[in-house]
């Protein structure tokens, strides 16, 4: 495996699969949404292209309420019972992006262990006294761009995965984002990171995994600037990749328990849609910076 660091705490992974050619083809496939597949299906994804949220329904992936960690790992991916060659490819696909995603984040985590805390055997104890763990994977999705957005400056404007809240809330928040790239026949499509009034911009190359901070205050900042990054429209051809996570437990501040207490727990849930509308955390405008 090849690890290149293309600024601090941006790391890119290549050579990790066997076959990255066989996996983008399975990909590209079930796009098709072919009944005969064991991956969720293929939907609209906002603006921005298509997706496949869940990506084997059979699995459940972290669910915010009830505190689940994903069960995306090698033993249930190996439980799938298969009937076709196209399962049997989508089984290869997935058990190949845990073995990649678990293989980059360890070397990304050991990387940067004198600057966060990680620990996965870790828990911590939630406001209702239940013991969960501290960090958890999530993801993974599956994803594609839509080609050619000539109405959009950005594809997907500046943003950190992370999603600043105006009071924290109790749950998982996004840590480190590890992106999988199938595919980079496609013209354009960088993705641009935004640091310390830095600006870094990176193509892809087919096979690459990009791994870097999902901007969470706690969790590598830079002279406490956070990173966010944004990605420029592909032209010619689709973008695939894929996205996964590891998300930290954040137990909440006391001043959204006291709004809970206030509003009722129903009633207050209800209001978050609205609230997080009006706040717009994650949403930047292009900054200006040095590009390196
Ligand atoms: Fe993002």
């Not at 990649?100 to 004198?114: L, R």
């Not at 984002?177 to 354009?188: I, Q």
């Amino acid at each position: 495996m090849q690890e290149i660091e293309i600024y601090e705490n941006i790391m890119v992974y290549r050579d990790v699969f066997d076959n990255p050619q066989k996996m983008f083809e399975i990909v590209k496939e079930s796009s098709s949404n072919n009944p005969d597949r064991i991956l969720g299906e293929w939907s609209k994804w906002s603006q921005f292209g298509q997706y496949v949220k869940d990506i084997f329904p059979s699995i459940v992936s972290l669910n915010q309420k009830t505190l689940k960690p994903t069960e995306f790992n090698t033993e249930t991916i190996n439980e799938l019972p298969t009937n076709s060659k196209i399962q049997e490819d989508q089984k290869y696909l997935l058990l190949e992006i845990e073995k990649g995603f678990i293989k980059v984040t360890d070397a990304y985590i050991k990387k940067y262990s004198n600057f966060f805390d990680f620990d996965k055997e870790k828990t911590i104890k939630t406001n209702e006294g239940v013991m969960v763990p501290l960090w958890v994977m999530d993801g993974p999705s599956l994803c594609k761009y839509h080609k050619n957005m000539i109405d959009h400056k950005m594809s997907m404007v500046y943003h950190s995965d992370y999603v600043r809240e105006p009071l924290q809330s109790p749950g998982y928040k996004f840590a480190i984002t590890a992106n999988y790239y199938f595919n980079d026949e496609y013209d354009g499509g960088e993705i641009d990171f935004y640091i310390d009034k830095n600006l870094i911009k990176y193509k892809p190359q087919a096979g690459d995994w990009l791994v870097f901070p999902s901007g969470h205050p706690d969790v590598l900042t830079k002279n406490d600037q956070v990173y966010i990054h944004g990605v420029f429209p592909s032209w010619n051809a689709e973008k695939y990749f894929c996205r996964s996570y590891w998300k930290k437990y954040d137990v909440g501040s006391p001043e959204w328990f006291a709004k809970e207490k206030e509003f009722g727990k129903e009633v207050w849930a209800s209001m978050q849609d609205d609230i997080m509308r009006e706040y717009r955390p994650t949403r930047f405008e292009i900054p200006e910076g040095k590009r390196l």
